[in-house]
């Protein structure tokens, strides 16, 4: 299995209030990925990373924000977490551009 | 834009029956087309993928084959097991620039025994 951890597993939290979700990897793979994932939807791009510092947005980025400063780890930020934003989010990785993506188990955030 | 379209579940079997779930795509250029799976609680699992046209990916039984002249990549297994209930995802990748992948809604299976 790739080296793909996600913290925290589970987080519930207020609306309104900032959250970080954390992504880490020990594989060097240079494509970093945040997907949520929905019932009805599948999973959903939110911000995807080509190098360390160098991000973009996916087709559902409003609301959030991504950093990466070292290879390993990519974080996804909710600035002021809405209840739309309740769902299940997925880190995935990948060597190249054309390389399969793997995925990390996935942390389920609940917004009250 | 592209995009895929599966088969809504759930798609209830018996033990040992047959197993197809579609999966159909819109893309343009040539894009590789994959099936994850995702077993209860866990996150996804890459069941198998095929990156050019008439290429059958095979993995656990699982088959697919890549079929451009009617963009489809139908996900088939001869005899189900109850371990194989989960639910599976088609997705493709076509961007070159970030490897971007598109999913479908995903099909829950549920075998019995």
């Known amino acids: 299995d790739a080296g793909i951890t996600q913290s925290p597993r589970h987080k519930v939290t207020e609306t309104g209030t900032p959250v970080t979700l954390r992504c880490h990897q020990t594989?060097?793979?240079?494509?970093m990925y945040w997907y949520r994932q929905d019932p009805g939807h599948g999973l959903r791009l939110i911000h995807y990373s080509y190098g360390v510092k160098d991000t973009d947005k996916g087709e559902v980025s409003d609301g959030y924000s991504v950093s990466r400063s070292k290879t390993e780890d990519f974080l996804l930020t909710l600035e002021s977490a809405t209840s739309s934003q309740t769902s299940v989010y997925f880190c995935?990785?990948?060597?190249?551009?054309?390389?399969?993506?793997?995925f990390g188990p996935g942390t389920r955030l609940t917004v009250l | 834009g592209n995009s895929v379209t599966q088969m809504e579940g759930p798609v209830t079997l018996s033990e040992e029956a047959f197993l197809t779930i579609n999966c159909t795509y819109t893309?343009?250029?040539?894009?590789?087309l994959f099936w994850y799976v995702q077993y209860p609680g866990e996150g996804l699992q890459l069941l198998l993928k095929?990156?050019?046209?008439?290429d059958k990916g095979s993995n656990k039984g699982f088959e697919a084959t890549y079929r451009k002249e009617t963009t489809s990549f139908h996900l088939e297994k001869g005899s189900v097991q109850v371990s194989d209930s989960a639910v599976y995802f088609c997705a493709l990748s076509g961007d070159g620039a970030t490897n971007k992948l598109i999913f479908g809604t995903g099909t829950l299976l549920a075998v019995q025994p």
């Open positions: 095929a990156t050019k046209a008439d």
């Open positions: 594989e060097n793979h240079r494509y």
């Open positions: 995935a990785i990948s060597g190249g551009l054309t390389d399969t993506q793997y």
């Open positions: 893309a343009t250029g040539y894009p590789s």
